[in-house]
RNA sequence: GUGGCUGUAGCUCAGUUGGUUAGAGCAUCUGGUUGUGGUCCAGAGGGUCGUGGGUUCAAAUCCCAUCAGCCACCCCA
């Protein structure tokens, strides 16, 4: 072969568009269950905008070219931008809250491995211009709302919740200085992944005392279920209204039913420093994270637009439908094409009267099909069955039968009334 | 970007110490049978052995490069 696809880029066949719809049309239900609205971008931006958010190093990890302009641009490795440039455009003029979701397809020029490609899509979910913590628990309650659509269970996958802010006192008390605080997040957030001496290391070698090391884990050890309270009753300088924050989130999303999918943990920091509050994951052993989000008080502003509070988490294809496969929570329709009648010549002479009842089906808005091919019954049945039609309706000269592959049970009737009852 | 592993039909693989026209199952297509289905039978198509060099009388098999996939880092917006 000639040509193949282009590195990090995946063909879509049929299969494989059944299990990316499926995953698109339960994000978009949800999303739109929960209250939020549709948008999309441009998938070309300037370069700029980009590096203002992640640093001029950004630009290695993405698709870009040059207009004949001579303008930088880049296809968009994530949406957040796009929707602070929209959202600032228009400040004035939207009603609040602004609750948005996205599906965008992005590209990022990473490489690629098990569960990360190079063109994939995204669901992003946001609340803009509320500052309440209840704009963190409603984009966190919709994305458990989700998880529940497509049948993963609390042991299956859990979000599990930390709190920037918080992190960053709490590492200040045991003696962090500013400049080191970069590399103790980043130990905290691999704490989990490497042995307990390589965390400690880590963090010895930005002077922290052995003592406080031992305070600091045997904090960050205190079970989900009582961390809240635990992190509320230290009194963590500078940090009381994100404490207050977080027992609020915490009895919210209780008073919401999704308490068993829920855990608070302090490792979860998240990687890029624009996060100013809550943040979270949704985890599921073996995988590397299905969603991440939080607060990011601060984007607006980058993109020169106002001071204004915003909030979302985005959750990709590629991992989620790695996880429902292997969990096996991939509907049986997926694996096979669905129709709804397969009309067969049951007699000779009934071809033109297939042609005009599959027509009238269509027209009525049924999905229904027959074959180019005159064949015997028996070959136009097996078909029917590999199409994975509901019904084959076998036409006669006098009357037709509507026979249920499943059962076998069939029917016996005539075209008008069949066609009567259909629409 | 760094290191490692892998690469034979659409898929899963076989292919003896390098040695004639590279095989199987599944899938696909065709025909037959069952003649209202999930069978069964027969046949066919499909591979320049990822690609390009090199060693050799001879390379799928050995060497080098390159591309792609996978794994671990980096990163994860």
């Known amino acids: 072969m000639k040509f193949s696809a282009v590195k990090g880029m995946r063909d879509v066949y049929p299969e494989d568009a059944r299990l990316r719809n499926y995953i698109l049309d339960a994000w978009r239900r949800v999303s739109l269950r929960n209250g939020f609205e549709e948008y999309d971008a441009p998938i070309l931006e300037y370069l700029e905008l980009f590096t203002v958010k992640s640093g001029p190093e950004i630009a290695e990890q993405l698709f870009g070219l040059t207009d004949r302009g001579g303008r930088n641009l880049a296809i968009r490795p994530e949406i957040t931008p796009s929707l602070a440039r929209m959202v600032a455009a228009k400040i004035n003029a939207l009603p609040r809250p602004i609750k948005w979701f996205s599906l965008p397809r992005l590209c990022r020029a990473e490489r690629p491995q098990r569960g990360r490609l190079r063109e994939f899509f995204q669901w ?58 970069d590399k103790a997040l980043l130990a905290l957030d691999k704490r989990q992944k490497i042995p307990a001496e390589a965390f400690e290391a880590m963090l010895r070698e930005i002077g922290v005392s052995a003592g406080a090391i031992a305070g600091l884990c045997e904090f960050l050890d205190t079970p989900p279920e009582r961390i809240v309270q635990r992190i509320a009753d230290s009194g963590l300088p500078g940090a009381e209204k994100e404490i207050a924050d977080l027992q609020e989130l915490e009895s919210a999303l209780a008073a919401m039913g999704v308490k068993e999918y829920i855990a608070f943990d302090l490792h979860i920091v998240r990687g890029l420093a624009y996060y100013t509050g809550v943040v979270y994951e949704a985890i599921a052993a073996g995988e590397r994270a299905v969603a991440g989000g939080g607060r990011y008080d601060r984007l607006l502003e980058l993109v020169g637009g106002p001071e204004c509070p915003a909030t979302g988490f985005g959750m990709g294809d590629v991992v989620l439908g790695l996880l429902l496969a292997e969990k096996g929570k991939l509907p049986p329709e997926l694996t096979a094409g669905s129709l709804e009648f397969y009309v067969i010549d049951a007699e000779e002479g009934t071809f033109r009267q297939v042609l005009d009842i599959t027509a009238r089906l269509r027209a009525a808005g049924r999905s229904a099909d027959y074959g180019f091919k005159r064949q015997g019954m028996g070959k136009q049945l097996k078909e029917a069955d590999r199409r994975g039609s509901k019904f084959a309706v076998l036409v006669r000269r006098e009357g037709l039968s509507v026979k249920t592959l499943a059962t076998g049970e069939q029917t016996e009737t005539t075209a008008e009334t069949f066609l009567e009852k259909i629409r």
């Open 124 to 181: 992003n979910v946001d609340v803009i211009g509320v500052e309440s913590v209840q704009a963190d628990a409603e984009c966190i309650f919709t994305l458990v709302d989700f998880l529940r659509e497509v049948g993963l269970s609390p042991a299956e996958i859990m979000v599990r919740v930390g709190s920037r802010p918080i992190v960053l006192s709490l590492l200040r008390r045991e003696g962090v200085c500013e400049e080191a605080m």
